[in-house]
């Protein structure tokens, strides 16, 4: 039983430890005070992805409702994104921070997405004196050869975000400070952007490639070309997209819409070409490029001038998965399904989803009420070890006595003095509830044979002899009983202590927003989660004391009727042995 008590309260400190202690292990960086919950929902509550993604560069759009710009830097350097073990940071990159309107874009590589899922990732702020934490070429995987945020000032040359470099020679024509990201690239038929040919945009024939962008058409009338390179063209068609490999033309189902943003996206893995329209396919066909070198060319290529907008385009010598282009749309659109960011911040007071900052809100009468729920639990968990404890050397004491009850068959006499009977088990002895008995049986029987001599017994002597061994036996249900009322008032008053505190902490919360005159769930809820916190004490209370109670009342039980049965059979017994050892009457004399 004492090993049992141990597991339990072991168990209880395991389940507290995720709550008082798990934040303080958790937390990135005590450097940091605040914290918010990054989504990433590829289950069907949010995305619905099938199959691996991979490593995927992930949009998060922060803005007043979800972000405390106030307590960050106003350029953002302080952010920092950590994965869901808690220990890693993520590569990431800032493409806007505007403190001022409370917008901000952020681009994050997450690596191994799967479908089906709901990762969490944590985004860190408020370290005042944090040095800037992006790193824009480390956000892009190494088969992310070129990618373009259009993020320059006017008239000024496209940037490559990734390693390689691949920088334009000349910028957009003109630019929209806010496409379906950020800033967006506007082509009015003429000005297509060229970058000068490199190695690390070139490609054998048969490679595989990927390319992708956001549009936005001013017209859908004729053929404009969103991306060329040599003998590939990829683009929209009066309103279809299509695309040119070599002498093979493919032909898109969907329509891209003026007026609006749709993602476009051509996939070459060597044996199909795929044109996907929103993350959805919209064209297949067997084939493979033909070789891709020199210059790229975007917003136009050949002839085929855009009217429209363009924004982040990015540029793979690998085959993307369907799923990783569903979820780039998904998370880069307007639905914004992929990624939600959690609308309250954690502190690093906040232990293991919240428990700390709510535990800084309990007011004093609640506070008393959980100390006196605790102190309650630990005096019956007291009781339960001491309780334990007395009632296993009881039955051990027993099992030794029964042992050397049944050696004496019929000659029942004292153990005291018994020369066979060794300290250790004399020891084992003396915690005995029917050796206690025995002992007062056998002295009440040689208090009546030095009266009275070996003669039968009476039914009045009998009845005396049981009245006092009944003394003794109640005497010892009494030993057993002690203290346990202290589990009985936990289980029953340790729930109604808890509720009493709670119902005192929320007439206290709803009195406090009264006087404010200002009723929001961000001033009830921490004062209603404080008052809670008394039930959980009551409850912490009062559950483990009844499993124990139910638990020693079954073993006391056991002790009592092995002691009430005991004592009837020992009376019999020694009645039964006084009658056998009497002297037999002397013979009368014959006149």
């Known amino acids: ?33 605040y914290r918010r919950a990054v989504t990433i929902d590829t289950s069907p509550s949010g995305v619905n992805v099938a199959g691996p993604v991979g490593r995927t560069i992930v949009l998060v759009r922060l803005h007043s409702g979800n972000f405390t710009f106030p307590d960050s830097l106003d350029n953002g350097a302080d952010l920092r994104v950590v994965d869901s073990d808690g220990k890693t940071p993520l590569p990431f990159h800032i493409e806007r921070f505007d403190a001022q309107n409370g917008l901000a874009v952020l681009w994050v590589s997450v690596p191994n997405v799967n479908g089906g899922e709901q990762r969490q990732l944590w985004l860190y702020f408020g370290n005042k004196s944090a040095p800037a934490g992006s790193d824009v070429a480390g956000t892009y995987d190494p088969d992310t050869v070129a990618a373009y945020h259009f993020g320059e000032a006017a008239a000024q040359p496209l940037k490559d975000l990734t390693a390689n470099r691949n920088n334009g020679q000349n910028g957009a ?121 020199g210059q790229v060319t975007l917003g136009g290529a050949a002839g085929r001038n855009l009217f429209g907008e363009l ?67 630990a005096l019956s968990m007291g009781v339960t070890v001491m309780k334990a404890r007395y009632i296993n050397a009881a039955l051990k004491g027993d099992r030794a006595f029964s042992r050397r009850y049944v050696a004496m068959h019929e000659q ?72 346990m009322v202290v589990l009985s008032i936990a289980i029953s008053g340790g729930p109604f202590i808890g509720l009493f505190g709670t119902v005192i902490g929320v007439m206290n919360t709803f009195a406090g927003v009264a006087r404010a005159g200002d009723v929001n769930v961000t001033a009830i809820a921490p004062g209603i989660a404080a008052a809670l916190m008394a039930t959980v004490a009551g409850l912490l209370a009062a559950i483990p004391s009844l499993f124990a109670n139910n638990y020693l009342a079954g073993r006391i039980q056991k002790l009592s009727d092995d002691m009430r049965v005991f004592a009837d059979r020992l009376i019999t017994r020694l009645a039964e042995m006084q009658e056998t050892q009497a002297s037999p009457p002397a013979p009368r004399k014959v006149a």
């Open 1 to 33: 039983m004492g090993r049992l008590i141990l597991t339990w309260l072991i168990a209880l400190c395991a389940m507290a430890t995720p709550a008082f202690a798990a934040e303080g292990a958790g937390w990135w960086d005590k450097e940091w005070p």
């Open 173 to 293: 024509p003109g630019l929209v400070e806010n496409g379906i990201i950020a800033r967006s690239a506007k082509f009015a038929g003429q000005g297509e952007i060229v970058i000068p040919a490199s190695a690390s945009l070139t490609f054998a024939a048969g490679a595989p490639v990927t390319f992708s962008s956001w549009v936005k058409l001013d017209q859908a009338g004729g053929e404009q070309a969103v991306f060329g390179h040599g003998p590939l063209v990829v683009g929209v068609a009066d309103g279809v997209p299509f695309a040119l490999a070599g002498e093979q033309r493919l032909q898109g189902s969907g329509q891209v819409k003026p007026g609006e943003w749709t993602h476009l996206a051509f996939v070459a893995d060597g044996q199909n070409l795929r044109l996907y329209l929103n993350g959805v396919e919209a064209a297949v066909a067997p084939g493979a490029l033909p070789a891709l070198a």
């Open 311 to 377: 924004d982040e385009i990015r540029i793979a010598k690998t085959a993307r998965p369907a799923s990783m282009l569903l979820a780039s749309a998904q998370a880069e659109g307007p639905s914004g399904k992929l990624v939600k960011v959690a609308e309250t911040p954690e502190h690093p007071s906040e232990g293991g989803g919240n428990f700390f900052y709510v535990l800084g809100k309990v007011e004093s009468v609640d506070a008393f009420i959980i100390g006196l729920c605790l102190a309650l639990l």
């Open 412 to 483: 029942l006499a004292s153990l005291k003095d018994n020369p066979d009977v060794g300290e250790p088990e004399r020891a084992v002895l003396s915690r005995s509830p029917l050796a206690r008995i025995f002992e007062m049986g056998v002295d009440e029987l040689g208090i009546r044979r030095q009266e009275r001599g070996l003669v039968p017994l009476s039914g009045a002597s009998v009845e005396a002899m049981r009245s006092a061994i009944d003394a003794i036996v109640v005497n010892e249900n009494q030993k057993l009983d002690k203290w």
